[in-house]
């Protein structure tokens, strides 16, 4: 490189050229600066107005108080909410030198585990400005002790938080449900619903089915937060009220409820009582049944894991959820199709011996030494099983039995208003052929001739069938929900009508006739011995189910009263009581104390002291009902 | 002529900087308040103190005859030096760099005045050596008085203040007459080696880009290779021009000697830099590939500048700021808290007041009959406007975030009085500038 060219002297003077351009550069810098701040604060203000709003807003829910759920007579609730607290603690605000003591201490006094602290609070959260709630339902003595030591708990706030109180335990909650907070998995599918984190929602029951209108809508406050999530200055931005949640009031009478409750005692089983003539639900029990506050007592998660492994399944709502063996109750339908297809004179009558021939097996009759001689009315009340199984597969045929059964709906859901209905089962020889891979057989005809073999029925279904001989054709759809009324002014806001379920084209004719032979099972048939009460005329059919138990039974009974009442004035009773039990033929003997019970306006103890019976003693203690825990 | 200097006193360029200053204690201020109301901080009193000891250096630096200061050039400079390598001993590690040194509470930061000592040093060499700075061999060597404290400050790590060191001396070396073709070296190289440095990230980051052609970047066997390939292409030119004294050797020699500095340059980089500073510069093409970590400071800066509209929401009224949602806002986010409270309007008072002090400066270049005085003051505005340019743009999003301060305004002693003393210096050359 040579150097020739300028030879630069001490004046001389700098390119004006290379000044200017650096110049330009400047000028460049600046100029295309302020067209950014400008399209930045003026063009586009707006946009990150906005932005910086949403940065530093936060919306807290304000959660609105659910509604509460009454019997019918409206007057106190069975479930209503209670004043509570949760504590609350806000990391950021404990110093740092004392947390792991502050929250051993607060994990001791709350009675929960530092494993389960660990869990809501873990490290990451140490500089968080936000209440991160500990623990909910505490009472107000627990916030008094904690407010009295404040100083050994900083950080620690507390809110109100109402929970539910089931006030009428036990036998509702199969009805009722329970709440719980909502999981993740079903917030993925009630999102759009108004559903959001945190959100309590009915986990089963009524407070599943009417989750939205027991619930209300929740409220949003919008504060105004710091870079870590503290509030900035007292005021508020702006406040959306929340909606209180509506009072619901069942169809369901507390104390049919409990007379029923008491009736069925400690056994499995279950008991429905309804109004064929609207199709309202007036007491509903299973048992074994739980306790819906458990799940807001210290061992939630604990309460949960047992009731849930009990082997007689409390959670199990067997009046729907449940499938059995009709037994004798089907000989109903039976009766209703002889009647109504006219396929032999009800006079025609059928020798009994104690058992009963097809092909190379025998059916043997629940009476081994035989009926002799009976007809139709005679059949159903002694519960003759060759009398049916000779209708069934000489006469009726397989094709015909099915029809009746699909008309009194049974296979079909009943369309109740809880959650979790199961259909039961209805076999025909298609459904074996499909579900077996098997031929039906004579013999499967003669054995669903007095309800055994496959058929499945749930109780809620026989209730149904019971409703379509009362009305002499008609079944409303059960349902449990009959009001929904205004949280603060009591207001009638919404009243459930009947609806019809299901009519069949029968003529009324047979319904009557069919209702007459189950008014003889009481009068001078199966259940004549233990129907004794004065109180009411009933109508009705036992049943003793085979469940392959030796000498246990589940134990049936069907019935409708007063029998000669209108449609209007009757109530249905279905009792059910599990062969798991000791066999007692509890199911016609809790129907006699509910009837009674009912029927003169009696509770549980009066019956008791009043209702002379063979197998209570009048004496006797009122039997507890045992706690499943 | 001493005694005419109080007369010739740069009036504008002085106004300019006391309200830069006195806006900067301000918004020091305002930055030390939080959301409720309380006063946190004690900057704004410590700025308060070290702008008003700060003016005094200014005028004594005015007053003074800069010839003298030229004389003392190289000792002040081999000071600083020597302060550069004690603090990476005995330095205090501030921001995550050791680059504070002092005792008990009174210390500096050497890099900051540094910055003064090379320019004044730098200019007097680029003025006695004129008639050789068209030479390579004396160009390379000057750079060499840009380039040692450069690299005693990148080893603390102080990425952002080394960085000024480069466009400082790159300007002054032009406006002094280098040659350009040298000069496009230095740019064209420097650029280069940004722009390989970072392209493997970005096709990580944002896709695109071939995978197989990235590995040339990534794969560390086949970025050597590459590099020793563009080597030998480069010893080949030379030897080809060395003997045939052909000019398009020359400019093959050019070209590869440009790309094997860029590679090699960019691979030293990849292994040097942090992932943090990778990260800065991958979030300055979109914020929102990690909007909590690196991207957060631009996004809320942004945040904050946009919402303050034409007007501003007023002093001491910002949300972003005073709701703490933008870091260090007393020193490198300080320009954002200003917008913030004080709208396009204050953004629009700080860039005239920024400009005119840089005009003046150009205009103390043009017109001053010394070249050491012209070469210093260039040296002077160009880091001036380079800490503008770059802590604005950061700011509003134009740049990637480099922790260099705002003159005049951003909190911090060194920064300022090395500023002040800087326009001390420019008002010196403008009062002597009709020097015999």
Redesign the interface.
Known sequence: ?S?S????????P???I??YA??VV?AA??F???V???N???V??E???S???Q??QRSIPIYAQRGEIFDRSYDTPVVSNIDSFAVDIIPGEVPEERRTDVYRRLAGYLGISEEEMRRRLPPSYAGLYQPVEVKSGLSLETITYLAEHLEDFPGVTWRSKPIRNYVEKESLAHVLGYVGDITKEELQILYNQGYSNGSVLGKSGIEKQYDLILRGQDGKEFR?????G?K??EALVDEVPPVLGKNIVLTIDRNIQKLCEKALGSRIGTVLVTKPSTGEVLALVSYPSFDPNLFYTADTADAFRRLSLNTSFPFLNRAIQSQYVPASTYKIILTTAILEDEVVSPSKTVFCPGYYNYGDRVFRCHKHNGHGSLALFSGLAESCDVYYYTMGAEYLGIDRIVDFSRRFGLGELTGIDIPGEIPGTLPSPAWKTKTYNARWVGGDTVNMSIGQGYLGVTPIQMANAVSMIVNKGTVYKPHILKEIRDPQTGELLERIEPEILAAAAVRPSTFEAAGSAMRQVITNGTARVVITTKAVNSAGKTGTGEVGMEDHWHSWFVANAPYDAPPEEQIVLVVLVEAANDWEWWAPKAANIILHGIFSKMNYEEVRSTLSTWYLPLQALPQEVQEVR | MKGQSVFAFDILLFVSTLILVTLGIAFIYSSGITSSGEVISTEHIKQTIWAITGVGLLVFFASFDYMTLRRWSLRVYLVFICLLVLTLFLGRVVNYSKSWIGIWELGIQPSEFCKVAMIVQLAHVLDKKNTQLRDLKFFALFFGIAALPMLLILIQPDLGTALVFIPVSIVMFFIAGAKTRHIAFVVLAGLLMIFFTILPYYGMYFGGGNASAMSLFTDKTLSLYLIGAVFMVCALSCAGLFFSKKNYFYWFFYFSLLLFFALAGSFAARSVLKEYQIMRLVVFIDPNIDPKGAGWNIIQSMNAIGSGGLWGKGFLKGTQSHYRYIPQQSTDFIFSILSEEWGFAGCLLVFVLFFIIIVRGLFIIRTSQDRFAAIAATGIVTMIFFHFAVNVGMAIGLMPITGIPLFFLSYGGSSLWSVLISIGLLMSFYIRRFKV
């Open positions: 490189m150097t060219g300028l030879t630069g002297s001490r004046d001389t700098l390119s004006k290379r000044i650096f110049g400047v810098v600046f295309v600066y302020s950014h701040l400008f930045l604060q003026v586009n203000e946009l990150y107005q932005r910086a709003t940065v530093t105004t937060v710091d870079v870590r503290r900035v200055g």
